[in-house]
């Protein structure tokens, strides 16, 4: 029974991000659910070679003693799990759509962006059952983390979506490897300030750049969907000026910050509270110190919304005027 409890804790959260995306982009759901499971395939897959990986490193040389530090952590992102894991997410979208052309006649069209959606919610489901199984995550953390793969493999998604009337041939060809790459980097980067927390500062510090980046990747993975979707994709740097475009870009870092670090805060109140009792939460000085971080967090999440929604509507004005 606690197994099956586990895999639904697993399964059911990226199943339903996929659900939300289903309804945005049209495309069948069965073919959305099959690249699911090619994920999470690949995530078993991604798993192996991390394995391997790590075994043939430990013969060359101290592998685990030089990924104890954060030079030694990033090292590890950079040439083992993040090339590993955005390779197998990659390979599973090309070869199941390649597929789906060469037996089912499937034209090529801009749904590979969606494919890509699905297979890194797929290759999530399986890193969730993975943790969790181990108990080295909460479920509160694995939800959270929900949408992370697809944020990092949006940029090849997209160039994938671009090139696939084009067979992947020529002028795309060298856009995915460039895509990739920056999913490679995006990937390691995220873990990497997800993992400074554990170090003294300053060096902890960088964890504090980890929601503001996960927040401006949301908004990456966002407008990259629109146009793959062939929508209109307001750009919130809208001035005419150079100095006006460096104060706009000034104000989304600004919000980028407020924002995430809101989530931030957030993310660590609950964090905090999961595993107190419920009678716990009615003590007064923890009422009181739930009620003040709240709303710190919160007046700060709203300023960012704030600065977001002014940019969007100058932007809009300019668009329409134009």
């Not at 495309?27 to 099959?34: I, M, Q, V």
């Not at 609950?270 to 009678?279: D, F, G, I, Q, Y």
Request: glycine letters at 6%; aromatic letters at 18%.
């Amino acid at each position: 029974m606690a197994d099956a409890i586990t895999v639904l804790w697993a399964v059911v959260p990226p199943l339903l991000l996929l659900a939300y995306y289903y309804r945005r982009g049209g495309t069948p759901l069965p073919r959305l659910f099959l690249f699911f499971v090619v994920g999470a395939m690949c995530g078993f897959i991604s798993l192996n070679l991390e394995w391997g990986f790590e075994y043939l490193a430990n013969l060359v040389t101290s592998w685990h003693k030089i990924t104890r530090s954060l030079t030694g952590v990033a090292l590890r992102q950079l040439l083992e799990v993040a090339p590993i894991e955005e390779g197998c997410k990659f390979f599973g979208v090309v070869f199941t759509t390649w597929y789906f052309q060469r037996w089912h006649h499937l034209r090529p069209n801009r749904s590979s962006f969606l494919y890509t959606i699905a297979v890194a919610l797929g290759f999530t489901a399986q890193e969730n059952w993975v943790y969790l199984s181990h108990d080295t995550a909460s479920i509160f953390d694995r939800i959270i983390g929900t949408p992370v793969h697809a944020l990092f493999s949006a940029p090849w998604g997209y160039a994938l979506a671009l090139s696939a009337s084009s067979s992947f041939q020529k002028p795309y060809g060298h856009i995915v490897v460039l895509a990739w790459l920056n999913a490679v980097f995006c990937h390691a980067l995220v873990n990497i300030l997800s993992s400074a927390w554990r170090y003294p500062a300053p060096l902890g510090l960088l964890s504090y750049g980890f929601f503001p980046f996960l927040l401006w990747m949301f908004w990456r993975l966002e407008k990259l969907f629109q146009k793959a979707q062939n929508n209109r994709s307001i750009n919130l740097i809208s001035g005419y000026s150079l100095l006006h475009r460096l104060w706009q870009r000034g104000l989304v870092v600004f919000a980028l910050i407020l924002g995430g670090n809101a989530i931030f805060g957030l993310f660590l109140l609950a964090r905090m509270l999961t595993p107190l009792h419920p009678s716990q939460l009615l003590y007064p000085a923890l009422m009181w110190f739930i009620i003040r971080h709240s709303l710190l967090n919160l007046i700060c999440g709203l300023l960012a919304w704030a600065i977001y929604l002014y940019l969007r509507n100058s932007a809009q004005r300019r668009y329409f005027s134009g």
